[in-house]
């Protein structure tokens, strides 16, 4: 983080270059964000996004709109940052930045289920999941699988969302990470009780509270708890 204060930055601006103009503007645009003042980030971010496309700067253009995409994101417009989220995917591939290619892949899916396209955001998100796999990483992969099955179930179709949430219990399970394998259980059991098979929910649910037992939360404990009663009842 560049520490110079806001109003030398701005002083700096005039005379910058188009690099260190965009860097500039990404700075401030950075410190807007982090007091919420989404308003001005949003101006901010484009113009460092356009000043480091002029430099040629493909990580600094990366980088500049992802973070707009992400501030439109919480300014609760959903279908404005697709464009953005995939123009960083096109500049993080030029760096060769796999990761960030499949995180922007992902969060422009997760844009487009907002607005209520299911067919764009399955798309962007099989895109990511092939990134990660490829890139071994198992949480990230578990993650889009709970996505893609999140989205399958809102859209009635249990059976297929049971298969990506077993896809992803078995990727949080090569990660390690035990309350994110709970996490697909539990939405494994909700898909299975929303088919009427509340009998092969229940010893997901008694592993979910197992799993809960140890290590987690108080809530985490009662919600398990209550998860497994009502499956029972």
Same mark, same amino acid.
């Given at each position: ?11 700096? @601006? ?13 700075? @401030? ?11 001005? %980030?949003?101006?901010? &971010? ?19 709109? %992802? ?16 464009? #953005? ?6 500049? %993080? ?26 067919? &764009?955001?399955?798309? #962007? ?19 889009? #699988? ?5 989205? @399958? ?8 969302? &049971?298969?990506? %949430? ?68």
């Amino acid at each position: 983080m560049d520490e110079a204060s806001e109003d030398e930055l701005w002083s700096e @601006l005039d005379d910058a270059g188009d690099h260190r103009r965009g860097e500039i503007l990404l700075e @401030l645009a950075d410190r807007c964000y982090h007091r919420n003042d989404l308003v001005q %980030f949003e101006s901010l &971010v484009e113009a460092a996004a356009q000043a480091a496309e002029r430099a040629g700067d493909d990580r600094l253009c990366a980088y500049a709109r %992802f973070n707009q995409a992400q501030g439109l994101m919480e300014l609760d417009r959903p279908a404005e940052p697709i464009a #953005h989220f995939l123009a960083a995917a096109g500049a %993080f591939g030029l760096i060769g930045e796999q990761g960030d290619i499949a995180l922007s892949h992902q969060r422009a899916g997760d844009a487009a289920a907002l607005s209520g396209d299911a067919t &764009v955001a399955l798309s #962007h998100w099989r895109t990511a999941l092939a990134i990660y796999e490829a890139e071994a990483d198992a949480l990230s992969s578990g993650r889009v #699988h709970m996505s893609v099955g999140g989205e @399958l179930m809102a859209g009635d179709d249990a059976r297929s969302a &049971v298969a990506e %949430f077993r896809a992803a219990r078995a990727s949080f399970r090569s990660a390690r990470s035990a309350h994110h394998v709970s996490w697909a259980d539990d939405a494994t059991a909700e898909a299975l009780i929303h088919q009427g098979h509340a009998d092969q929910a229940v010893p997901l649910l008694k592993s979910c509270l197992d799993n809960a037992a140890v290590g987690a939360s108080e809530f985490a404990r009662g919600y398990a708890g209550m998860r497994l009663a009502l499956a029972l009842r």
